[in-house]
């Protein structure tokens, strides 16, 4: 049985910073391309980053190129999204997501496997 659970959000001021964490159980972490995506109230769940199985490829949404660094360990299993510069608009729920599709995609429905998410809030 597959399981990704994130861990890592919570409430912080703008222009502070968190990390998330997504740790794989029962797949072959390093056959998967990992995303995060997010999903803020009344909205669809939007592309924010990925990266491919061996982290030689990454991408960004334009509204966190800069922001946000995504980065995977294999050995742990573990991909993390590192929010620096936070902001009101980046108040979401925040999912990570295994794709089969190594090369790590941008749209959800190349994704396998979601995690239960972790609510991250921005707010003075």
């Known amino acids: 049985q597959v399981q990704l659970v994130e861990s890592g959000g919570g409430v912080v001021q703008p222009g502070s910073s968190l990390r998330l964490s997504c740790t794989a159980s029962?797949?072959?972490?390093?056959?998967?391309?990992m995303g995060w995506f997010r999903q803020a109230p009344g909205k669809e769940r939007e592309f924010v980053t990925s990266?491919?199985?061996?982290?030689?490829?990454?991408y960004y949404a334009p509204s966190v190129q800069g922001r946000f660094t995504i980065s995977r360990d294999n050995a742990k299993s573990t991909v993390y999204l590192q929010m620096n510069s936070l902001r009101p608009a980046d108040t979401a729920v925040y999912y990570c997501?295994?794709?089969?599709?190594?090369?790590?995609?941008?749209?959800?429905?190349?994704?396998?496997?979601w995690g239960q998410g972790t609510q991250v809030t921005v707010s003075s």
């Open positions: 997501a295994a794709s089969a599709a190594a090369g790590g995609p941008k749209d959800v429905q190349s994704y396998d496997y």
């Open positions: 029962g797949l072959t972490f390093s056959n998967y391309g």
């Open positions: 990266t491919s199985w061996g982290s030689s490829a990454k």
